[in-house]
């Protein structure tokens, strides 16, 4: 009979997702993932599998987990236009004070890694429609409700997307909450000339 494992795997593929989101896939070395992970290269590789492996699955977790969170605030609001401007607040809250400083890790591995790895390219490509489709449901909501600037509708979800891709990029510089809340802001007022601007401070 097999021992049973003496760590709680989860815990450890959340130190996992931090270390390859800080450090980026060719800066993390094994022995990087095994210290923040607390554990020795043999308990990584009998778990993971590796680390291309470990990655894959730190990708999921970080997509299910970090990612899934901003997207559900999409849906909370009470109208459209409220659950893109709470999106991009969350996310901004998180470039400024939290994790997100590190940028995306979604839009890291496609920098770092889309090129050479078709799986890990196909993963981001389904993220990243999936991050569309939500814009595209709540833009469908507020041109219902006439929030939207004429002639824009669904089909501006993906600005959004490159919106989002590119303050993701931008955090990574430190530019502080002012500079991003206005870059978020003109994005915004171009669909919807009467959505309040995010509060920069």
């Known amino acids: 009979m097999s021992r049973p494992r003496e760590f709680d795997s989860a815990a450890a593929l959340d130190r996992a997702v931090d270390t390859f989101w800080e450090r980026g896939y060719d800066g993390t070395a094994v022995q990087d993932l ?26 999921d977790r970080y997509m299910d987990s970090v990612s899934k969170l901003a997207i559900d605030c999409v849906g909370a609001a009470p109208s459209g236009m409220a659950g893109i401007r709470a999106f991009f607040d969350d996310v901004i809250q998180g470039m400024t004070s939290g994790k997100r400083k590190w940028g995306c890790l979604i839009t890291n591995s496609v920098a770092e890694l889309s090129l050479r790895d078709a799986e890990i390219a196909e993963k981001v490509r389904l993220h990243l429609a999936r991050v569309e489709n939500t ?37 990574k510089t430190r530019p502080g909450r002012k500079t991003l809340c206005a870059i978020a802001d003109v994005a915004l007022a171009a669909l919807s000339p009467s959505v309040p601007p995010l509060a920069s401070k």
């Not at 095994?34 to 699955?57: E, H, T, V, W």
């Not at 814009?135 to 959004?160: D, M, N, Q, T, V």
């Open 34 to 59: 095994c210290s923040a992970m607390d554990l020795n290269p043999g308990s990584l590789y009998g778990a993971f599998g590796g680390k291309r492996s470990l990655f894959l699955a730190a990708l």
């Open 135 to 171: 814009f595209a449901g709540a833009l469908a909501r507020a041109k219902a409700a006439g929030e939207l600037a004429p002639g824009i509708g669904p089909e501006s979800a993906a600005y959004l997307v490159c919106v989002l891709q590119g303050l993701n990029v931008l955090a």
